[in-house]
């Protein structure tokens, strides 16, 4: 990680996101033409919920940690971004990262979980 506030680092993954959207997916009425950016963008988005995450709950290992580790963290502090996690897991990384889904909506809806998620975290880190 190159920046040491993991709130701004995973803000800008988010934004690169958006830019990926933005100039390469080439949106087309409610749909993107190009599944390839529409990956690069979900996995962006997700690992800009996983820095915040990881800052947050202050992760001891580098190795890979499995979607359940986060979900088993999150629901013992709060269950509403808990259901956040979920949906920007399904939304960012499995349709957008894996399947490339065309559809916008899709990668508004994870996109706004990212940013839900990174917000709640940002909140809990300024009142520690």
């Known amino acids: 990680m190159t920046n040491e506030n993991p709130v701004l680092e995973a803000k800008r993954y988010v934004e690169n996101a958006r830019a990926i959207l933005r100039e390469k997916a080439r949106k087309e009425d409610d ?3 190009d599944r390839k950016y529409v990956k690069l963008a979900g996995h962006a988005a997700y ?28 629901a013992s502090l709060d269950k509403k971004v808990l259901n956040n996690f979920v949906n920007a897991y399904e939304l960012l990384h499995l349709y957008m990262g894996y399947d490339g889904t065309r559809e916008a909506a899709v990668a508004q809806a994870g996109l706004k979980r990212a940013d839900e998620i990174i917000q709640w975290v940002e909140q809990r880190s300024a009142v520690c």
């Open 31 to 33: 749909q993107y033409t």
């Open 47 to 74: 690992t800009g919920v996983l820095v915040a995450l990881d800052g947050f709950l202050g992760v001891k290992t580098k190795k890979r940690k499995d979607v359940t580790w986060y979900k088993e963290q999150l």
